[in-house]
């Protein structure tokens, strides 16, 4: 505990002042989202701290593991859901979201990259579940705006007699692809343009660059198989669902 609190004030300090520049410069343009920024920062740190908290408690349980993971799906998917404000789509974001992130998960650990122990499977595990559930909710949103958008041609592939998933195929492929945009760039320009957040966190950790390299891989090569997988289930379950122009 005492060595979690160490430097809590300089990093306190620092959130302060950068929510303070982004509601400054937000003022400055016009923006209008200082009280949404208070708001989000203030969650924020609320919910990394609880977690924290539970993470730990898990991480010391194994047995807690998969209730941990699953409680994660759970909201994962009902997160998504919400956004696609679409009839009775809960089991289709969370078969999309589970399947994606369980794929990804049994490849790494099944062909030892990872050791299946608890403080590697769940961190890395909720990686790939908040992974597929941002590109489920693209890829979703995406098809649904799209098919609002054109539905006299979807409605008249309908009533010709094919079926939904018919009839918004190539709608769906493009907006699984365009969902997978942020993952592959992501992938491509890594190191080049960014160092993403497994990379610096383990290097802050102590750990060597060729390890904070490994894990990394590990990191975008699985978050890119779990989206894939998630886009191709979530578009497809919701061509087999469109009866009807959907909401935008």
């Not at 992501?186 to 490994?214: H, I, K, M, N």
């Not at 198989?225 to 191709?232: G, I, M, P, S």
């Amino acid at each position: 505990m005492i060595d979690a609190l160490h430097g809590i004030g300089p990093v306190l300090a620092a959130i302060t002042v950068l929510a303070l520049v982004a509601i400054g410069v937000g003022r400055w343009a016009g923006l209008g989202h200082g009280r949404d920024v208070v708001v989000v920062v203030a969650r924020a740190v609320v919910q990394i701290v609880a977690v924290g908290l539970v993470l730990g408690f898990v991480l010391r349980t194994a047995a807690l593991a998969p209730l941990y993971l699953c409680l994660a799906l759970g909201i994962a998917s009902w997160t998504s859901a919400r956004r696609l404000r679409f009839p009775r789509v809960w089991p289709v974001t969370v078969v999309a979201i589970g399947a994606g992130a369980a794929t990804a998960s049994a490849v790494v650990i099944g062909t030892g990259a990872l050791q299946p122990h608890v403080l590697q499977v769940v961190p890395f595990t909720a990686q790939l579940i908040g992974g597929a559930m941002s590109a489920t909710t693209l890829a979703g949103r995406r098809m649904l705006d799209d098919v609002a958008a054109d539905w006299a041609t979807v409605e008249s592939w309908l009533a010709i007699g094919a079926t939904g998933r018919e009839a918004v195929a190539d709608v769906g492929r493009t907006a699984a692809q365009r969902a997978l945009a942020p993952a592959l760039d992501q992938t491509r320009t890594v190191g080049l343009v960014t160092l993403p957040g497994a990379f610096v966190g383990l290097l802050l950790g102590g750990a060597s660059p060729l390890e904070a390299a490994r894990v990394q891989l590990l990191v975008l090569v699985g978050l890119v198989a779990a989206e894939t997988v998630a886009v191709v289930l979530v578009t497809a379950g919701l061509g087999r669902r469109i009866r009807q122009r959907p909401e935008r």
